[in-house]
């Protein structure tokens, strides 16, 4: 395959490549050497032709008018005839020279000079008295009258002559001088050949600068075809050219962007590809991480449990007060690794999917008036102070038992975390289609740089406060399943003198539809 591409490019470049621009000028010029040629032989072959049948045409239509001449006879017996003024203008324009005279040789009438040269030429014609020192060719030939070309070895002219008798009895000689057709015929193709060259010169010039502007477009997309082959598509065309091209070079844009369109996906694709195996990196060193915590939350309650149930079997203390803590402190250990063993797999189940959320409506406020009363134990160990702010219903959509465990973990982390007065306030409000829970203790505000990793599993702000009442850094990763999974905001904030957690739930109808 290699091959083949590598004899495709050297063909390619053997290839002789002739301009577009240049090709259509040399045709262009080619056709107008060829007009020249064309006119040079119509010229030398049917010009003189053409020319004497013209002059012959209006030497008959010189005849028709010389019929309709009115001619009157005096008194004297002399006749005469009256010429129009178009008549000496039609003889003025085609160069006509004439005379009519009557049977006896009397002169009616004449246009032209040398009326007595044309009388003594008619009359020789009349009585045939001339034919040896005239050549003629006739060239049309009636019972009235002659046309001929003759050559006047006098005048050392040629001329196209009509001679003949009329309807009146009068006879007539119209002349008109024939100039060397050759002669002209001659100078005409040189001077053809003098223009030709210089409207060649010039169509030459103006077909260079036209072409341009027709090749202009084509060269453009030779360009844009070149660079789209190297994988630049930031090149377009932007010719107009008013045709076709216009429509290619659309067709190239429109080609461009798809293909770059579609480099940009596998580029996408790749680098989707990368973070899928730096995901997959991640999610192995979470792995690791998760268990290196696990680890680390079980083995201090393992060794404690370890450390007292050796001293219990050993006798250690014969004291029954001794032996009691002994046995206290293992069961709250133990107490404690079956509570992290159980959020782990609550958290693992809501993370997963796994734990579906069941919507139900019901009232927040009393469930949270439901939590307090069963924490009122654990209120009064921690000697906190608190106070729900909530006078009437508020009924939400939600699943009831995952937002219990969310109060039960945000008032245990507030007791957990206690200062000053030991207050703990709970309050709701509604707003924009949403009902939105407080928690609110008095304490030391949490340092804003530990805000956004609260909800991250086994964090701690404080691990040796953390310790001391056996927290886990499970129960915000475990509020933030929750509400994830329902949908729903949550945050934390702090203020002057504690720190507020709270989240927000749908709002319900106040009353059940099937009772409305």
């Not at 000028?25 to 032989?41: C, D, E, K, P, Q």
């Not at 001329?159 to 002349?175: A, D, K, P, Q, T």
């Not at 002994?326 to 133990?334: G, K, T």
């Not at 995952?402 to 973990?409: F, L, R």
Request: glycine share 6%.
């Amino acid at each position: 395959m290699r091959f083949f591409h590598k004899d495709s490019d050297k063909k390619r470049k053997n290839r002789k490549f002739h301009p577009l621009r240049r090709q259509i000028a040399v045709l262009f010029i080619g056709l107008l050497l060829l007009s020249m040629v064309v006119i040079t032989l119509i010229n030398g072959l049917f010009l003189e032709h053409y020319y004497i049948s013209r002059k012959t045409e209006v030497l008959k239509e010189a005849v028709e008018k010389l019929e309709n001449l009115e001619v009157e006879t005096d008194s004297d017996g002399n006749s005469s005839a009256e010429v129009s003024d178009e008549m000496f203008k039609d003889c003025s324009e085609n160069n006509l020279t004439w005379v009519m005279v009557t049977a006896d040789g009397q002169t009616i009438c004449s246009v032209g000079s040398n009326e007595d040269l044309l009388q003594a030429r008619l009359v020789g014609y009349v009585y045939d008295l001339d034919q040896k020192k005239n050549k003629e060719k006739v060239l049309q030939k009636n019972d009235n009258y002659v046309i001929q070309q003759v050559s006047d070895r006098f005048a050392r002219m040629e001329y196209v002559e009509s001679w003949g008798e009329l309807g009146n009895g009068c006879y007539f000689l119209i002349r008109t001088p024939l100039e060397s057709i050759r002669e002209s015929v001659a100078i005409s193709n040189s001077f053809y050949f003098y223009v030709g060259l210089g409207i060649i010169a010039l169509s030459g010039l103006v077909v260079w600068v036209i072409t341009k502007r027709i090749t202009k477009p084509i060269s453009e997309l030779t360009q844009l075809s070149t660079k789209m082959s190297e994988l630049d598509f930031d090149a377009k065309y932007h010719s107009q050219a008013g045709n076709e091209i216009d429509e290619l070079g659309e067709n190239f844009n429109r080609m461009s962007e798809q293909l770059e369109k579609t480099i940009s996906e596998l580029k996408s694709a790749n680098n989707q590809l990368l973070k899928d195996i730096e995901n997959k990196e991640k999610i192995d060193q979470m792995r690791q991480e998760f268990l290196n915590n696990v680890s680390h939350e079980l083995k201090t309650p393992i060794a404690l449990v370890q450390g007292y149930a050796e001293g219990l079997k050993e006798n250690i203390s014969d004291d029954p007060e001794s032996r009691e803590f002994y046995c206290d402190v293992i069961m709250d250990e133990a107490a404690k690794m079956n509570k992290l063993v159980k959020n782990l797999l609550t958290l693992n189940q809501l993370e997963s999917g796994r734990d579906e959320v069941s919507m139900e409506r019901f009232d927040i406020v009393s469930l949270i008036r439901g939590v307090l009363q069963s924490m009122d134990i654990m209120i009064q160990q921690k000697e906190a102070k608190v106070s729900f702010e909530a006078s009437e219903p508020v009924y939400v959509w939600a699943d009831e038992f995952k937002i219990e465990e969310v109060v039960t973990n945000y008032l245990t982390n507030a007791m957990n975390h206690l200062g000053g007065d030991h207050n703990i306030r709970i309050w709701s409000e509604t707003l924009d289609g949403v009902a939105k829970i407080h928690v609110y203790n008095n304490g030391t505000p949490i340092p804003e740089e530990d805000l956004p990793n609260l909800w991250t599993k086994f964090y701690k702000v404080d691990k040796a406060r953390t310790r001391a009442y056996g927290g886990s850094g499970i129960g915000l990763s475990i509020v933030k399943a929750i509400m994830e999974a329902h949908h729903q905001q949550y945050g934390v904030a702090n203020h002057e003198d504690g720190v507020e957690f709270w989240f927000t739930l749908a709002l319900a109808p106040e009353k059940p539809e099937e009772e409305e």
